[in-house]
């Protein structure tokens, strides 16, 4: 049975490829969903990708993972700088986590610069663009191995 992989994505990502391309690019959320498939196929794994702009909707599927996947991909959208709860859904998870933003939110304003999802994250991927959803299912590819 291939393990599988959720990729979680957070508030407004839905608009990603409309909302701000100078920041964000204008690929889509299918567009990555498609990058993501095609690499982990390359490393024997599966995934599927959600999004959601509700909080208790992420921590839902982080406990859904419990049972269903080896590792969690996530890109929290602004719920990086503030959910405690979200924090605390991914620290009764048992696989691997990776932490993904599109832009260096290092380079940004300075409350982006905190993140509550990289106190249970395995490491940390930002200012790749949308390239950094692949780049973290190569590493899931890895941990997984």
Same mark, same amino acid.
């Given at each position: $049975?291939?393990?599988?992989?959720? /990729?979680?994505?957070? +508030?407004?990502?839905? @608009? @990603?490829?409309?909302? &701000? +391309?100078?920041? *964000?690019?204008? =690929?889509?959320?299918? =567009? ?16 599927? @990708?959600? &999004?959601?702009?509700? !909080?208790? &909707?992420?921590? =839902?599927? /982080?406990?859904?993972?419990? !049972?269903? =996947?080896?590792?969690? /991909?996530?890109? +929290? ?12 859904? @991914?620290?009764?998870?048992?696989? +691997? ?10 380079? %940004? ?6 993140? *509550? ?15 950094? *959803?692949?780049?973290? $299912?190569? %590493? ?6």
């Amino acid at each position: $049975m291939t393990r599988s992989v959720v /990729i979680l994505n957070g +508030p407004n990502l839905n @608009l @990603l490829g409309k909302r &701000q +391309p100078d920041i *964000y690019g204008t =690929d889509t959320l299918a =567009d990555v969903e498609m990058a993501c498939a095609k690499v982990a196929a390359e490393v024997g794994l599966a995934c599927r @990708l959600v &999004q959601s702009n509700h !909080e208790g &909707q992420i921590i =839902d599927w /982080i406990h859904e993972a419990r !049972e269903k =996947d080896a590792g969690i /991909i996530i890109n +929290p959208g602004a719920f990086t700088h503030t959910s405690i709860a979200i924090l605390d859904a @991914l620290n009764t998870f048992e696989g +691997p986590v990776l932490e993904v933003h599109i832009s260096n939110v290092h380079k %940004r304003e300075a409350f982006r610069h905190h993140s *509550y999802v990289s106190l249970r994250a395995e490491g940390v991927i930002a200012g790749f663009g949308v390239e950094g *959803y692949a780049l973290a $299912m190569r %590493r899931m590819g890895t941990l997984l191995g």
